[in-house]
């Protein structure tokens, strides 16, 4: 089984940063894309990035100019830089990753951004 452990989160103010990194392991073969969701409370799960295995890169609207998805593919993990937070941030932080086609999810990380 694929393990996707994120680590990272945190209580920040307004305007901070923080960065995210999600672990895979145990994979008999190459990790496709991976990506970043994220969940709020009452809310349902939405994209945040997305980054193939080639680098190439998607954001949600929300998070364009502030946030940058990257990986290292010898370390099969992927990073959120996360810039100029507000309190919308405010969520779960879940780390996806793709592998022969089939999905697999980290146990999310909390990221609060209040004052």
């Known amino acids: 089984q694929v393990r996707l452990v994120e680590s990272g989160g945190g209580l920040v103010q307004p305007g901070r940063s923080l960065r995210l990194s999600c672990a895979a392991s145990?994979?008999?073969?190459?990790?496709?894309?991976m990506g970043w969701y994220r969940q709020a409370p009452g809310k349902q799960r939405e994209l945040v990035a997305t980054?193939?295995?080639?680098?190439?890169?998607n954001y949600a609207d929300s998070v364009k100019g502030r946030f940058t998805i990257s990986r290292d593919n010898a370390k099969n993990t992927v990073y959120l830089q996360m810039n100029s937070l507000n309190p919308e941030d405010t969520a779960v932080y879940y780390c996806?990753?793709?592998?022969?086609?089939?999905?697999?999810w980290g146990q999310g990380t909390q990221v609060t951004v209040s004052s």
């Open positions: 980054i193939t295995s080639g680098g190439s890169t």
């Open positions: 996806n990753a793709m592998v022969l086609g089939r999905p697999y």
């Open positions: 145990g994979s008999p073969f190459s990790i496709g894309p």
